[in-house]
């Protein structure tokens, strides 16, 4: 059973840096497309960045030049590092992946496995 776990969220100022991680358990996701979404209260879950097996990325267009989507599949493991950080970035963060997806994509109903989220707060 594929389970997806995330970390690295915390409260920063305005301006900062974090990077959130996610591992993967339960299966081997060299070809696994992934995917970071986040949700704010309030605010539908959106699609923030994406990545396939080849390192094709894909960005929604509030975090192109500030965010950065990498994987490391001799660890499983899929990274966000998040640069310059805005108020508007606080939102719990997910980890996806759709094991079916073949490039890059932000549309939350094509990803079927999910993390529990991790919370990233951005004070001004």
């Known amino acids: 059973q594929i389970q997806l776990v995330e970390s690295g969220g915390d409260s920063v100022q305005a301006g900062g840096s974090l990077r959130l991680s996610c591992v993967l358990y339960?299966?081997?996701?060299?070809?696994?497309?992934m995917a970071w979404f986040r949700q704010a209260p309030g605010n539908e879950r959106e699609g923030v960045a994406s990545i396939d097996g080849d390192d094709r990325t894909r960005y929604a267009d509030s975090v192109k030049g500030r965010f950065t989507i990498s994987r490391d599949n001799a660890k499983n493991t899929l990274y966000l590092q998040m640069n310059s950080l805005k108020p508007e970035d606080t939102a719990m963060y997910y980890c996806a992946t759709s094991a079916t997806l073949l490039r890059p994509d932000l549309q939350r109903n094509e990803y079927r496995y999910w993390g529990q989220g991790t919370q990233v707060t951005v004070n001004s």
């Open positions: 339960g299966y081997t996701f060299d070809d696994f497309v």
